[in-house]
């Protein structure tokens, strides 16, 4: 465990990221992503890709985002909620079967049901991991394409799980999207380190498991920010809203 810690400073010297402070004034239309806040990625004991255990980690994103979701909701700002849904007939490998519709465990998490009647809050329903292609409707339009220039959102502010799979896959869509012009007018992509969780795989355990790849959370955590970060994201470890935060 010691020799764990010290090898993930060290990859922490060698990839740092930069990080900053975010403080949301109304000045600039800004937009909340929440990605997979349901219970199959969040509630212990959810299914195959929930924590087994309480996990300080992913509560700690629970609790960061219920916060900005209140704050955007106080101020009718728009909140884009993605949630993982998957029919029990189409797999998604390498993954085990897991955020089945029609169970809890592809539903929000209890703090966050209420979203639900919110009225400026978008749902969207996604089979994949990238949550730019899973908003593709039949007809070729996009919601979460839509919902930025509907709301004319200049900084999407990211939260969720997996810091590096969901997260990240969005992140990068988001900003490949932005680059050829079909996201105006978005300029900024925000993770917020503090506000992302990934799962806990370690190397001792999944050697063990046939076929797993170990997957250590601190670590993938810092990982997936710093691809995110190399992408073209802004990374803040904090998110103020000035005087109103306590009202
Ligand atoms: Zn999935």
């Not at 239309?29 to 195959?48: A, I, K, Q, Y």
Request: aromatic share 6%; net charge negative.
């Amino acid at each position: 465990m010691g020799s764990e810690t010290t090898s993930i400073d060290v990859i922490k010297t060698q990839i740092p990221i930069e990080t900053q402070s975010l403080s949301i004034t109304g000045d600039v239309n800004t937009g909340l992503v929440l990605v997979d806040l349901v219970n199959g990625f969040c509630t212990v004991g959810s299914g195959p890709m929930a924590p087994s255990a309480p996990d300080a980690q992913i509560s700690g994103m629970v609790d960061e985002s219920v916060r900005l979701s209140r704050l955007f909701c106080k101020k009718n700002w728009p909140v884009f909620a993605f949630l993982d849904s998957h029919h029990p007939d189409k797999p998604e490998p390498p993954y085990p079967p897991h955020c089945i519709v029609g169970t809890p465990d592809a539903e929000l998490i209890p703090a966050l049901q209420w979203l639900e009647n919110e009225s400026n809050v978008t749902l969207r329903r996604k089979d994949c991991i990238d949550g730019i292609l899973g908003s593709f409707e039949k007809d070729g339009s996009n919601v979460f394409v839509d919902w930025v220039k509907t709301n004319q959102i200049k900084v999407v502010l990211v939260v969720g799980i997996c810091t590096d799979v969901c997260v990240l896959d969005f992140v990068c869509s988001t900003l490949s999207a932005r680059n050829r012009g079909l996201l105006p007018p978005l300029e900024d992509v925000i993770v917020y380190s503090r506000g992302c969780a990934t799962y806990d795989l370690p190397v001792s355990i999944s050697r063990n498991i046939k076929g797993a790849l170990p997957h250590p959370q601190e670590l993938m955590h810092h990982i997936g920010l710093y691809m995110a970060s190399g992408r073209g994201a802004k990374v803040v470890s904090e998110v103020s809203f000035g005087l109103d935060e306590e009202q």
